[in-house]
């Protein structure tokens, strides 16, 4: 009996985990964009995308946005790779509050006339934010592989749509910097620092050779000579001297030393 229980409370188990996967992966509401509790339904990502870079709209009154980059608060961005920004709205207005889209764009920073290049458009289906609620809309871009590193400036806007009239909002106007791909471990720092042990290693190689010149040169050096003189007594001078005090007083010398 206790055995039959079991297994009918493990077959009920297992059967309810299945009818939770198989809900999960039919239930669109699974790729609901995340956001703040009081947002309530923020939509979808939607698949057909628009082109919004040539349209400009103006923003509406009592709406505020904020940008954030979660994962990268110097906003240093690698060429080519994806980055992740955060924007939130708040809607202080007295309508519902529909996203659109949201798109961004690069330029140079001395003059934002000179567009580099514009970033993809993320697209929102169903996503609404009601009066007096705020709600966060992740976007997910990539700058070009071939963009030289160096300081740009983005311009990202937020599009949406109140009692069917479109706006928008400029999220962020500021400041990225554009690194290669690969981070720290670029072709430029690898060749710097192959260079930089290159230079360090002659170097080493001409600080060795001077010691070894030296060394030899201190080895090679002759010793100095002392130079011992010789008294020698002119043959002339001593005839000249016999006989006299002198001669017998080196007689006298020699006697005494044999």
């Not at 690069?106 to 567009?115: E, G």
């Not at 609620?133 to 937020?158: C, E, H, N, R, W």
């Amino acid at each position: 009996m206790k055995i039959r229980v079991l297994f009918v409370l493990a077959l009920l188990l297992f059967s309810s985990s299945f009818l939770q996967v198989a809900r999960a992966q039919s239930d669109p509401e699974a790729e609901v964009v995340e956001g703040t509790k009081e947002g309530g339904d923020l939509g979808i990502v939607g698949e057909d995308v628009q082109d919004f870079s040539s349209e400009s709209y103006s923003p509406a009154p009592g709406i505020e946005t904020i940008c954030v980059f979660p994962k990268n608060p110097s906003k240093v961005v690698a060429a080519g790779e994806e980055s992740e920004l955060l924007v939130g709205m708040k809607n202080d207005g007295e309508s519902n509050l529909n996203i659109i889209a949201i798109q961004a764009s690069v330029h140079l920073p001395f003059d934002h006339r000179y567009l580099v290049q514009n970033l993809s458009v993320q697209a929102f289906n169903n996503a609404t934010v009601p009066p007096s609620a705020q709600a966060t809309f992740p976007y997910i871009f990539a700058v070009s592989k071939f963009m030289q590193p160096g300081s740009f400036d983005l311009v990202g806007t937020i599009i949406y749509e109140i009692d069917q009239n479109a706006y928008q909002n400029v999220f962020y106007n500021g400041t990225i910097e554009v690194t290669e791909p690969g981070g720290l471990l670029s072709v430029e720092s690898v060749f710097l620092f192959c260079l930089g042990v290159a230079l360090l290693g002659l170097l080493g190689f001409w600080i060795r050779g001077q010691l070894q010149n030296l060394s030899k040169k201190t080895k090679r050096a002759p010793k100095a000579k002392v130079e011992v003189g010789t008294a020698t007594t002119d043959a002339s001078m001593d005839e000249w001297l016999q006989g006299t005090a002198y001669t017998q007083s080196q007689s006298n010398k020699l006697k005494k030393k044999k």
